[in-house]
C-alpha cells in the first residue's frame, strides 16, 4: 500500500473516477451507466439513489422552522449532503484535499477503484470500460478487471447430490483473512472467540428455482460484527443430504472447538454461540419435524391439534426439552433424523434462539395485521374498510416524521403483504400503540399492548433484564387471551413459541443480539454478486474471494463505520444558535454519539437525557477542550401515553410530550442516553419513543 493520506487518496480516486465517468456517460456503447451511479452534485459528489432519498433536505412542512425551533435549514448547511457512514459519497465527497496531484501513484488508484467498484456493486463489464480509459493517463493500470481484482481463474466446489455443489470458504480461512485486513478485533482482556452462525436459503432468480444456502458467521464478542460468508452450497432445491451440506463447516468447527484458533500469534479457544434461523431453517438442520407439524415445538413437549385446517398450540405448561433430551431422541416424535451438528460442543436446545424477527415480525405480527384486514367474520378482529383506511391514512401521514434510524418508512395496510421484517419491527414496537388507539375494538388493543410492551422491553438493552419475568408473564397472557379474540386457530407455532422466547432473553441477554436482521440484510448482498444465470455458485464464489483481496480502504470504510462509543461531531457550520454557558469553538450539524447518529432536523434530533429529560437539539457545539454539548429545548411535561399493561411512563417510554420551554439548555453530549422517535400527537403534543433496537 501507498503511503498517501487517505484524504489525497480520495480526491485522487474522485478526480480520475469521475472523468472516467463523464466519458463512459458520453459514450453511445456504454448509454446504460453503472447502475448504482445516480447523479452529480455540484460536479463534485457522487450519490447512491437511496442516499438521495434519505438524506434529501427536509420538506417544508417537515423543516424544523415549521414548528419554530431551528433558525436556520441546517440541512443546507454542508451543501445539503448528509451522507451516511455508509454510502460512497464520503469517499468521494471530500473537498478539503492539498492539491497534490504531482504524487498520483497508480497503484492506490487500483486499489481505490476496486474499492470504489465493490461498494458500488457495479457490473465488471462498466470496470472494464473505465480502465481502458483510465490506462491512457496511467499506463501501469491494468485493463483486464480480473487483473485489478485478482480474481481466481478456477473455483473449485464439490458436488453434491440433487444437482447442487458446494464451496466451502473456511472459518478459520476467513478469520484468519479479516484478522490480517484489521477486521477483527476481540477486546483486551479476551481469551474467546465466539462465533454465531447463520443458514437459510436464498432464491436467486424470479424465473427459475436456483437458490444458494449460505452458511454464515459473524464474531459476537469482536469489537466490529462483519457477517462473513464460511460456505456457500447452490443448488435448484435444498441440499438433499444435510450431512454432505454441513460436513466441511461440521469438522473444522469441531477442530476449532478442540485446538482454538491463532490470530497474531495468539491463540484464542473457540465456541459457538448461537445458531440464527428462521424455524424451516432451523428444523431441517436439527432434524427435527417442521414448524406445522405436531410435535414441532422445540423448547416443548406440546402436542399440537387441528384447528380449522392447521396445528395449533393450545396450552402453555408443557415439559421442556433439554438437551440431554433432545441428544437421546426422548420424544421421538420430534426428530426426523440424527443431526449431524449434534457432533459439536452446543446445546441442541438454547443454542438455536427462536429468531425474533421471523417469529414476531414476520410471524405474530403480520398475522395479527392480516387477521385485521381478512381474519375470520365471526371475530370482532375484523376491521370495518373505513378503519383500516384511516389506519394506511396515519401511516402515511407518519411517514415524514420516521427518523434515519429506520430503513424503510411505513407504508399503507393496502401493501402489508409486500411489508419487509423491519416494517412490522416499526409497527409494532413504535407505531402501532399509537395508531390503533381508538381505532382498534378496545380488548384487541389491549391485547396487542401486551405484546407491544413485552417485546419492547425484551428489545431493549435498558430494560431486558429487569423486566424479563414482567415480559413472560405479558405473553403468556398474550398467548392465553388471544383464541378467546381471534379464534382458537390463532395460536399456531410462532403464536405459542411466544412464551418460550424469553428463555432466549435470559441466555442472551437481550433479543437483538440473537436475530436475523444482519444476515437478512448479508443476503441482498450476496444476490448481488450473481449476474448472470451462469454457474451462479462460482461468480459469487468469485466475487467473495475478490472482496477479500480488495485493498484494505474499503475494510478501513467499513470499519470507521463502527464509530463504537465515540462520539464525534461532523459537517461545521456557523448559524448558530449558541448558548452562553458553552465557549464555543466549532459547530456541527450532525452528532454521533453511541450507535445513533443526532442531526439538526426535525426528525432526527429529538433525545433522552440519561436524568430522563427529553429535548429537541437546537446546536452541536465543541469547546476550548473538545468536549461537545449539546444546546436543546427541553419537554416541559411528560406523561404516560398508555396505561395498561402498566404506566408507560413506568418503563421510562412511551411518553406524551408538551410544553416545549424554548429556553436553550446546554448538556455534555455523553449524557444523551438515547435517540427518540417523536411524533406528533394533538397540538402541540408529541408521542416519544425512545428507540430500543438501535442501540
Ligand atoms: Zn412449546
Keep these: 500500500m501507498a503511503a498517501a493520506s487517505s484524504r489525497s487518496k480520495r480526491r485522487r480516486i474522485h478526480d480520475n473516477v469521475e472523468k472516467a465517468l463523464l466519458a463512459i456517460a458520453q459514450d453511445s456503447t456504454h448509454s446504460a451507466t453503472p447502475t448504482d451511479v445516480t447523479g452529480y452534485v455540484d460536479g463534485k459528489t457522487v450519490l447512491h439513489e437511496n442516499d438521495l432519498v434519505q438524506y434529501s433536505a427536509p420538506s417544508p412542512s417537515t423543516s424544523a422552522d415549521a414548528i419554530g425551533i431551528l433558525p436556520t435549514d441546517y440541512s443546507s448547511s454542508n451543501g445539503g449532503v448528509y451522507a451516511d457512514d455508509q454510502d460512497v459519497a464520503e469517499i468521494f465527497s471530500s473537498n478539503e484535499c492539498s492539491d ?52 481466481v481463474r478456477e473455483v473449485s466446489v464439490k458436488d453434491m447430490g440433487g444437482g447442487g455443489s458446494y464451496h466451502h470458504l473456511g472459518v478459520k480461512k476467513v478469520l484468519q483473512n479479516m484478522w490480517n485486513r484489521g477486521l477483527l478485533r476481540l477486546p483486551a482482556d479476551n481469551q474467546q472467540l465466539l462465533l454465531q452462525v447463520n443458514m437459510d436459503g436464498l432464491q436467486l432468480f424470479k424465473s427459475s428455482g436456483y437458490q444458494f444456502w449460505p452458511i454464515l458467521g459473524s464474531v459476537v464478542n469482536a469489537l466490529y460484527k462483519h457477517v462473513f460468508e464460511i460456505g456457500l452450497y447452490g443448488g435448484y432445491k435444498k441440499p438433499a443430504d444435510i450431512a454432505e451440506f454441513l460436513c466441511d463447516f461440521v469438522s473444522e468447527t469441531k477442530q476449532l472447538e478442540d485446538d482454538g484458533i491463532t490470530l497474531g500469534g495468539v491463540t484464542y479457544s473457540f465456541a459457538i454461540h448461537s445458531i440464527v434461523c428462521d424455524a424451516p431453517a ?160 378496545v380488548e384487541h388493543y389491549r391485547h396487542f399492548l401486551l405484546l407491544h410492551v413485552a417485546i419492547y422491553c425484551l428489545t431493549s438493552s435498558r430494560l431486558c433484564s429487569s423486566h424479563i419475568d414482567y415480559a413472560q408473564k405479558l405473553l403468556l397472557r398474550f398467548v392465553g387471551e388471544a383464541p378467546s379474540l381471534y379464534g382458537a386457530e390463532f395460536v399456531v407455532y410462532n403464536v405459542h413459541s411466544l412464551i418460550h422466547i424469553c428463555d432466549d432473553a435470559r441466555i442472551y441477554k437481550r433479543l437483538q443480539d440473537v436475530n436475523a436482521f444482519k444476515y437478512e440484510c448479508h443476503m441482498k448482498k450476496l444476490k448481488k454478486l450473481v449476474h448472470h444465470p451462469q454457474n451462479p455458485l462460482k461468480q459469487a464464489v468469485k466475487r467473495i474471494l475478490e472482496k477479500q483481496n480488495v485493498a484494505q480502504a474499503s475494510d478501513k470504510h467499513d470499519s470507521s463505520s463502527n464509530r463504537g462509543d465515540s462520539i464525534v461531531g461532523q459537517h461545521e457550520h456557523s448559524s448558530g444558535p449558541i448558548c452562553s454557558s458553552v465557549l464555543c469553538v466549532k459547530q456541527f450539524s450532525k452528532l454521533f454519539v453511541k450507535s445513533f447518529q443526532v442531526v439538526l432536523n426535525r426528525k432526527n434530533n429529538c433525545v433522552m437525557f440519561a436524568n430522563g429529560d427529553i429535548g429537541l437539539v437546537c446546536n452541536i457545539v465543541q469547546n476550548h477542550n473538545g468536549e461537545i454539548f449539546v444546546l436543546y429545548e427541553q419537554f416541559k411535561k411528560i406523561t404516560s401515553f398508555f396505561d395498561y399493561p402498566c404506566q408507560s411512563e413506568d418503563l421510562g417510554y412511551c411518553f406524551k410530550a408538551s410544553h416545549l420551554d424554548h429556553t436553550l439548555f446546554a448538556a455534555n453530549a455523553a449524557t444523551i442516553a438515547t435517540k427518540c422517535l417523536c411524533l406528533p400527537h394533538e397540538k402541540d403534543v408529541f408521542v416519544v419513543m425512545p428507540l430500543c433496537h438501535v442501540n
Design 100 to 151: 497534490d496531484s504531482d504524487e498520483l501513484n497508480d497503484d492506490c488508484l487500483a486499489d481505490d477503484i476496486a474499492h470504489w467498484f465493490k461498494e458500488c456493486s457495479i457490473p465488471q463489464v462498466h470496470l472494464g470500460s473505465l480502465l481502458t480509459i483510465l490506462k491512457k493517463y496511467h499506463p501501469s493500470l491494468p485493463k483486464d478487471p480480473r487483473t485489478l481484482l485478482e480474481t
Design 282 to 441: 432451523r428444523s431441517y438442520i436439527k432434524c427435527v419435524k417442521p414448524h406445522n407439524s405436531y410435535s414441532s415445538c422445540e423448547r416443548c413437549t406440546e402436542v399440537g391439534k387441528w384447528v380449522s385446517g392447521r396445528v395449533t398450540f393450545p396450552t402453555t405448561d408443557k415439559p421442556l426439552r433439554t438437551d440431554h433430551s433432545f441428544r437421546n431422541m426422548t420424544d421421538e416424535d420430534h426428530h426426523v433424523g440424527k443431526s449431524p451438528l449434534t457432533a459439536l460442543s452446543i446445546d441442541m436446545i438454547t443454542q438455536f434462539p427462536l429468531d425474533e424477527m421471523h417469529l414476531v415480525y414476520l410471524g405474530v405480527v403480520r398475522r395479527l395485521i392480516i387477521y385485521w384486514l381478512r381474519g375470520p367474520i365471526e371475530y370482532q378482529s375484523r376491521l370495518p374498510g373505513r378503519a383500516v383506511q384511516t389506519l394506511s391514512k396515519h401511516l402515511l401521514c407518519l411517514q415524514q416524521h420516521i427518523c434515519n434510524d429506520f430503513a424503510r418508512k411505513p407504508r399503507s395496510l393496502a401493501e402489508v403483504d409486500r411489508w419487509k421484517a423491519t416494517e412490522f419491527r416499526l409497527f409494532l414496537l413504535y407505531l402501532g400503540p399509537i395508531i390503533l388507539n381508538g381505532v382498534l375494538p
